[in-house]
């Protein structure tokens, strides 16, 4: 038995069924990790001191309910490795955004969603690259180095949460944690070939998340498989007093939608989501896809979310916006890095944000800047905040008529490292579908749904309205059990 493939929920059964105890499952995780991630890179930092500590003292715990057959009684997350993107908290361990602005900041703190994990007993095995302060597509800002595909060395892992789905689709992980501002967590599990939620706005408190664009950022889970994501989300969903943004549902327990029936389900696929510059074995895995919710028994529709063409550029005029907003906090004075050449503070500013800042979070926070600027905020940012409204309305009226939407995540797979590092449009065209879902605040998940003549994963995404992770979860479990393999 390979342990390293198993996802969260076997490894808890193999710990029930005492198979393995904890402490092997760390150490097999933590061999991987030497063998395999010289080639992928998808760990800036690695916690292993710590995670085979927590391994025995887990072991300890879980041997006494067995004792006492009180297994069940254990946390779901109790004794399972989970790695967790780099912009967030973990207390004493480096929280770099891979960035040499933030290379040596260590964390005084741990995020919400850390400390959730914690208490319900997962080990942390590292922290994960990804694009630099969230900003990119490819896992190919990181100040530090490329993470690659695991499909694919030669290909990206898609972005910006890329580590963090390299390390669940190379077995580096049996789960992570990553951060979606407009696709970040979708795209790169699209194309790992892994499950990727973006959860309802709201949901999961962003406490201890470098901020990139505040009303855009939401934490959510990366697994091997729908009912790992519901369990991940389980622990992580739920109030949170240190975030003003943070829903006051209660908790749920959304492994409860995990059934295997669509009958009667309404299935919109809004037709500007298949538009001229979509790769063809995209669009046909996702009709296909579609045709298969048909033949469970959902009724599938065409239809239409006209304001998709003004999302992107709406998109990077509100995040960058916010961005340049919330980067002006690393100035070379309060903490992260400060040039050695000056002569003035004003030197200090300048240079300590030239040297510590790389080309595409620069680029951001200037047309950021440039967008809030006297003159330009009527004719940009103002605009772009009634666009925003547009296109929240219109998902409003698409789920007043059907359960969920159906669309491709991405406009193509996993193109090559460096091929489209040097045109930026043509990344940022790569969140065409994804920037959408994040606009409207509503969720969405993505999940592998075929492959293209290449053998690499195409991911479709299923969205709802906001707080209905349940229905979401029903119908990607139900295409997961009944997809051809």
Excluded at 38 to 63: M, P, V
Excluded at 77 to 82: A, E, S, T, Y
Excluded at 326 to 351: A, H, P, V, W
Aim: aromatic share 10%; proline share 4%.
């Amino acid at each position: 038995m390979d342990i390293c493939k198993l996802t969260a929920h076997e490894i808890r059964d193999g710990y029930k069924n005492k198979t393995f105890t904890v402490t092997e499952v760390i150490e097999a995780f933590f061999k991987n990790i030497e063998e395999k991630d010289g080639d992928i890179k998808a760990y800036i930092t690695l916690c292993k001191e710590e995670a085979l500590k927590e391994a025995s003292n887990k072991q300890a715990k879980i041997d006494e309910a067995l004792a006492n057959n009180d297994f069940d009684k254990l946390p779901t997350m109790f004794g399972i490795p989970v790695a967790i993107k780099d912009n967030i908290n973990v207390l004493g361990f480096k929280t770099t955004c891979a960035s040499k602005m933030l290379e040596n900041f260590v964390s005084p703190y741990d995020a919400t969603v850390t400390k959730l994990l914690k208490e319900q007993g997962a080990i942390i095995l590292g922290k994960c690259n990804m694009d630099e302060f969230a900003m990119g597509s490819s896992c190919e800002n990181s100040a530090f180095f490329v993470t690659k595909n695991p499909h694919d060395l030669s290909r990206v892992p898609g972005g910006s949460s890329g580590g963090s789905a390299a390390a669940v689709a190379g077995d580096l992980a049996p789960v992570s944690l990553g951060s979606d501002t407009g696709g970040s967590i979708r795209e790169p599990a699209s194309l790992c070939g892994v499950v990727g939620l973006k959860p309802t706005y709201g949901l999961v408190s962003r406490y201890g998340l470098v901020a990139y664009a505040s009303s855009l950022d939401q934490i959510g889970p990366l697994s091997k498989d729908v009912k790992d994501s519901a369990i991940l989300l389980n622990v992580i969903a739920g109030h949170d007093e240190m975030d003003s943004t943070s829903s006051m549902l209660d908790k749920k327990d959304y492994t409860k939608a995990l059934v295997n029936d669509v009958k009667g389900l309404k299935v919109g696929v809004p037709k500007e989501y298949f538009a001229e510059g979509v790769q063809e074995e995209v669009k046909v895995a996702v009709k296909n896809a579609a045709k298969k919710f048909e033949e469970l028994g959902a009724i599938v529709e065409e239809c239409s979310l006209p304001a998709t063409d003004y999302a992107l550029p709406m998109y990077y005029i509100i995040a960058d916006a916010e961005a340049s907003s919330n980067l002006g906090r690393f100035d070379g004075i309060r903490y992260g890095y400060r040039t050695q050449n000056f002569e003035s503070l004003k030197d200090i500013y300048r240079n300590s944000r030239s040297e510590g800042f790389g080309k595409e979070v620069k680029r951001r926070i200037i047309l950021g800047t440039y967008v809030l600027s006297a003159g330009y905020y009527d004719a940009y940012y103002k605009k772009a905040q009634k666009v925003r409204t547009m296109i929240k309305n219109q998902f409003e009226e698409a789920f007043k008529k059907y359960d969920i939407l159906l669309a491709p995540v991405c406009p193509s797979t996993a193109w090559k490292i460096g091929e489209k590092v040097n045109n930026p449009l043509d990344l940022y065209l790569m969140d065409l579908y994804t920037v959408p879902i994040n606009i409207a605040g509503v969720p969405s998940i993505s999940l592998p749904c075929g492959k293209d003549n290449e053998g690499l994963p195409i991911g479709m995404q299923l969205i709802a309205k906001h707080f209905n992770e349940e229905t979401l979860f029903r119908a990607a479990y139900t295409f997961e059990q009944n997809k051809e393999v």
